[in-house]
């Protein structure tokens, strides 16, 4: 199934394709650039995407002369060039277009008020006088900032939509047309929802002009008398008043805004791909979407949007307040059914500048064993002026101290998503989504049965994987109109599927049932989940329509497709997650360990497998390897693997092709293939350990020093106020224009000028005590940043003072930096000082040894004395190792050879074919990440949190300023196979 050639060096369409912000004034120069950053990264393509900061005007001439300009440095680079709908998100408004045509554009609500309103933007549509509520129609008015001073729109309004194409997409295809299909492949649409406004109260659901007579229409009663039953469980009616209110606002978002936008792009040849918004637990759908299955049918490429830095769950003891398993297994089910060969993935958004190169390698397995397979990482920035650089990090780009390494990431995830995207994934077991269920218990301002609704279904979506079952969702609406039985089998679209789960619900469509029970009649096996979590009001009783139906019976499950492949753990390790597809003469398997910190061991049995042979392929070297392994006497094939944390393998398994024993033994290899098999379960400890240590700092970037810290001028005092954060900081209404922020520097003075940087557009002259520095470039993080000399002359001991005369159009303080050869000691809670660098250090903690806010690549030297025993007789080969390491990457290097770079576990090098008998020299050159330049700086634990928005970066939760860790870790040196880290014995 897998070509040699094409996992080794996979084509640009298995790559990741990045979202790039365009948020600032663009320039063919700067663009030019960051495109070829991207392809020597190993990146396919990119989402030209306008966000926050841009200035050059957004669909007007100047943005599409960018845009041709992308078009050619992407065909001349290998690369493609995708478009973005929007002017942010959500998609739908074309940048303030739509909505100020008029009020029919603008978004719609239904609000319930204790009070009558007089404001135009209500329109009184009933009254319930028992419960004393009013309900009204609200218009969103024009002037939301987020909407550009426009607002949102109503998109269940199909001439809402119309403008939308006619604003954006017609305006595109009148530009660049002759590039659709090829090098712009496709469109991204971003967060299209119901709802996003609320009139002004959480108590709000959808609406949309004529809802009234359509819910007529379509149900044959008036909807207006029972408005109270969607906001109380009032009345006899309520749930089937929910019902047919969510199922036609349903419809309308799918048949007025996705599918006539799916058939504009697939006339053009053009992808319609992209994600909805809150499509990650039940609530959140109920919040702004009702139901985001159905749409998947009118996309081309359906996605999903993967927030934060967490999964499903993880040894952090939290759990994804984003994403879940049930946000990805909604997209890949209905790609399944619906025969959508790609599934995107927008994901890191929210994540975290610390978010490195091994977190992302991590996330981005746990996707691949779900099956998505096309990857849109979040977010390159254009600029990293003003609120860039708080835009949901991490930042994804040649900003990154650890960019010059992520091609490594990018080579690995193209080989793996190529190959899990061959032949078809076995998939025997369907979930019915308990979506509708939803729509009966929903009520805007009490969630707890929804909520209780989701985790049920989460914690089964876990027993399931766990237990190595995979499954699809199988959606009421798609069932209804692709689904079918045949020989036994629930099929749905072009899936196919031998058991059925029924999990916690309180409603199926009679639709569904009638299915279920022919299924059962034809042979099928349905199961429904017994495994209480919360209570839930009207749970259905599922014997009461399928007597047959069975408790759910994790071994009985098993038995419906007896042919797949097993992992067998040992009891009480982390589960193995697997994903198994079939194609001509051989499986595909991908195995995850998604344990951030758990060692897992176990056998894998493939059932036949001994009349063939195994396969591993080394989605970080391309390289391929046979692998040995045990036939059994009912014809299995046995592995034992052990996994590291974090570790993921994939195998390949080729029916026939002539396998032989070998030394008497029952493993079985590959007799066409050279060299030695290799063994999966491999955990030679090091013999000889000896701790590396005396490391100091042999050069690197420049360190730097943060100046977050202000005094704005007293105006009627004349002196100076307490010192607050630069965004805290009150400039708006000062008359003077005058701040300071003050520098200590150490007893010994500083040596050699440094630099201060600031923004563009806040600062109109620097004194530093009094003296005017020069504006020069500040050759750094960003082309724009200012650059100001400071002479060695103005650096002695003592406290300085940088005043700062703010432009007159400034409004807001940024942080500013120095940077230079120093070191930086803290001396308080908020308090730094300067002092002479010198190359002492603390390897396994360099921010308290001068460098708590560096970014950047630094070099740690020491030698080592090595007395030549080369370990023959172990058979083994001496390496170099790192435990515990504080750092994004590393490159090592011994004795003038450059090993290649690690960036994630394990962090071991073979350094045989260079050691030297005496004295040998050992640097690594480390990287690490934004996270203490940037931030956020005032917050505890910020790599807990699930995922931080930009408002974060502005809190202030602590009174000191905090800094995570960076440092080498201990550094040992043995002989031995391990890839395994070992502490000294």
């Known amino acids: 199934m897998i070509g040699r050639s094409d996992f080794q060096h996979p084509h640009g369409e298995w790559r990741p394709v990045i979202f790039w912000s365009w948020n600032g004034m663009l320039e063919k120069d700067r663009l030019r650039r960051q495109i070829r950053q991207m392809k020597e990264a190993g990146i396919g393509g990119f989402f030209m995407h306008a966000r926050a900061g841009i200035q050059t005007p957004y669909l007007r001439r100047e943005w599409f002369g960018m845009v041709q300009f992308c078009l050619e440095e992407a065909r001349s680079n290998g690369m493609q060039a995708w478009a973005y709908d929007e002017y942010g998100w959500p998609s739908g408004y074309a940048g303030g277009e739509v909505p100020r045509l008029g009020p029919a554009y603008r978004a719609k609500a239904l609000v319930e008020l204790e009070h009558r309103e007089t404001d135009a933007a209500y329109r009184l549509l009933g009254h319930d006088g028992q419960l004393g509520r009013y309900y009204y129609q609200w218009t969103a008015p024009l002037g939301n900032p987020r909407f550009l001073g426009a607002s949102g729109v109503d998109l269940m309004n199909p001439d809402v939509v119309q403008a939308f194409i006619r604003h954006t997409h017609c305006v595109y295809e009148e530009h660049v047309g002759e590039a659709f299909g090829t090098a712009i492949p496709g469109i991204f649409s971003d967060e299209a929802c119901l709802m996003m406004e609320r009139g002004g109260t959480g108590n709000a659901l959808p609406w949309t002009e004529g809802f009234q007579s359509r819910f007529q229409e379509a149900y044959g009663y008036d909807l207006i008398p029972h408005l109270a039953s969607l906001f109380h469980s009032a009345g006899e009616r309520y749930r089937e008043i929910r019902y047919d209110y969510w199922r036609l606002m349903v419809e309308l978002l799918v048949n007025h805004y996705s599918k006539p936008i799916f058939e504009w792009c697939g006339a053009r040849g053009l992808a319609f791909t992209g994600h909805y918004m809150g499509e990650d637990h039940l609530t959140k759908i109920m919040r702004y979407l009702g139901d985001p299955m159905p749409h998947y049918e009118y996309m081309h490429i359906p996605g999903l949007d993967y927030l934060g830095r967490q999964i499903h769950k993880s040894d952090t003891e939290l759990c994804a307040a984003g994403g879940t398993v049930m946000t990805v297994k909604q997209v890949t089910s209905a790609a399944r059914q619906l025969n959508k060969p790609r599934v995107l993935s927008e994901l890191f958004g929210g994540a975290g500048q610390m978010f490195d190169l091994r977190m992302q390698k991590w996330m981005i397995d746990w996707h691949l064993v779900l099956g998505v397979n096309m990857f849109t990482p979040h977010l390159l920035p254009y600029s990293m002026l003003?609120?860039?650089?708080?835009?949901?990090?991490?930042?994804?780009?040649?900003?990154?101290?650890?960019?010059?390494?992520?091609?490594?990431?990018?080579?690995?995830?193209?080989?793996?998503?190529?190959?899990?995207?061959?032949?078809?994934?076995?998939?025997?077991?369907?979930?019915?989504?308990?979506?509708?269920?939803?729509?009966?218990?929903?009520?805007?301002?009490?969630?707890?049965?929804?909520?209780?609704?989701?985790?049920?279904?989460?914690?089964?979506?876990?027993?399931?994987?766990?237990?190595?079952?995979?499954?699809?969702?199988?959606?009421?609406?798609?069932?209804?109109?692709?689904?079918?039985?045949?020989?036994?089998?629930?099929?749905?679209?072009?899936?196919?599927?031998?058991?059925?789960?029924?999990?916690?619900?309180?409603?199926?469509?009679?639709?569904?049932?009638?299915?279920?029970?022919?299924?059962?009649?034809?042979?099928?096996?349905?199961?429904?989940?017994?495994?209480?979590?919360?209570?839930?009001?009207?749970?259905?009783?599922?014997?009461?329509?399928?007597?047959?139906?069975?408790?759910?019976?994790?071994?009985?499950?098993?038995?419906?497709?007896?042919?797949?492949?097993?992992?067998?753990?040992?009891?009480?390790?982390?589960?193995?997650?697997?994903?198994?597809?079939?194609?001509?003469?051989?499986?595909?398997?991908?195995?995850?360990?998604?344990?951030?910190?758990?060692?897992?061991?176990?056998?894998?049995?493939?059932?036949?497998?001994?009349?063939?042979?195994?396969?591993r392929w080394d989605g970080e070297t391309g390289e391929v390897s046979r692998v040995a392994a045990t036939a059994g006497e009912d014809g299995a094939l046995s592995v034992r693997v052990s996994f590291r944390p974090r570790q993921s393998l994939l195998l390949e398994w080729k029916e026939g092709a002539g396998a032989e024993a070998v030394g008497g033994q029952e493993e079985r290899i590959a007799a066409s293939h050279s060299g030695p098999a290799v063994r999966l379960n491999e955990e030679r400890t090091y013999g000889g350990i000896v701790e590396i240590g005396g490391f100091n700092v042999a050069g690197g970037d420049d360190n730097l020093l943060l100046l977050d810290q202000f005094q704005c001028r007293d105006e009627e005092g004349g002196g100076w106020l307490q010192p607050a954060c630069a965004q805290d900081t009150e400039i708006a209404s000062m008359r003077t224009r005058l701040v300071r922020t003050a520098v200590a520097v150490s007893p010994e003075g500083l040596p050699a000028q440094v630099r201060l940087i600031a923004e563009p557009g806040i600062c109109h002259s620097i004194r530093w005590d009094g003296v005017m520095l020069e504006r020069t470039v500040a050759d750094w993080m960003d082309p724009e940043y200012e650059g100001y000399g400071v002479p060695a002359r103005l650096l002695g001991p003592g406290i300085h003072y940088a005043e700062i005369e703010l432009r007159t159009e400034c409004r807001e303080l940024e942080n500013m930096y120095l940077r230079g050869n120093f070191k930086v000691v803290r001396c308080g809670p908020k308090q730094f000082r300067l002092h002479p660098w010198n190359g002492d250090c603390d390897p396994s903690d360099l921010v308290n040894s001068g460098y708590p806010f560096f970014s950047g690549s630094l070099s740690l030297r020491t030698e080592f004395h090595w007395n030549g025993d080369a370990g023959e007789e172990h058979g083994s080969r001496w390496h170099i190792y790192c435990e515990k390491p504080q750092f994004a990457g590393a490159v090592l290097e011994i004795n003038g050879h450059a090993a290649a770079a690690r960036v994630w576990e394990p962090w071991a090098w073979d350094v045989t074919d260079w050691l030297v008998p005496g004295r040998n020299e050992l640097v690594f050159h480390v990287v690490n990440t934004l996270r203490n330049v940037y931030g956020p700086h005032y917050v505890p634990h910020d790599e807990r949190m699930p995922y931080l928005r930009r408002v974060v970066f502005l809190e202030q939760q602590h009174h000191e300023l905090v800094l995570q860790p960076f440092g080498l870790g201990k550094v040992y040196m043995g002989y031995g196979l391990s890839d395994r880290n070992h502490k000294k014995e």
């Open 386 to 615: 003003g609120v860039a650089k708080r835009d949901w990090p991490p930042v994804i780009g040649p900003q990154q101290p650890w960019w010059s390494h992520a091609g490594q990431l990018h080579d690995y995830q193209a080989r793996v998503t190529y190959a899990l995207s061959q032949g078809e994934r076995q998939v025997p077991l369907l979930v019915l989504h308990p979506m509708e269920s939803a729509w009966e218990l929903y009520r805007p301002q009490e969630t707890a049965a929804v909520e209780a609704l989701s985790d049920r279904l989460a914690e089964l979506c876990l027993r399931l994987l766990d237990a190595q079952l995979d499954f699809d969702f199988g959606n009421e609406a798609i069932i209804a109109r692709h689904g079918r039985v045949e020989e036994g089998q629930l099929i749905v679209g072009s899936a196919a599927y031998k058991g059925v789960v029924i999990p916690a619900c309180t409603r199926l469509r009679p639709s569904t049932v009638q299915l279920l029970r022919q299924f059962h009649g034809e042979g099928g096996v349905i199961w429904y989940d017994e495994w209480a979590c919360a209570p839930i009001p009207g749970l259905l009783e599922t014997a009461s329509f399928i007597p047959a139906a069975r408790g759910l019976d994790i071994e009985e499950l098993r038995l419906v497709q007896p042919a797949l492949c097993r992992f067998y753990g040992k009891e009480g390790d982390h589960p193995i997650w697997l994903h198994e597809r079939q194609g001509a003469g051989g499986k595909l398997l991908f195995l995850s360990n998604l344990s951030m910190s758990g060692q897992v061991r176990g056998e894998l049995r493939i059932p036949g497998g001994a009349r063939g042979e195994l396969y």
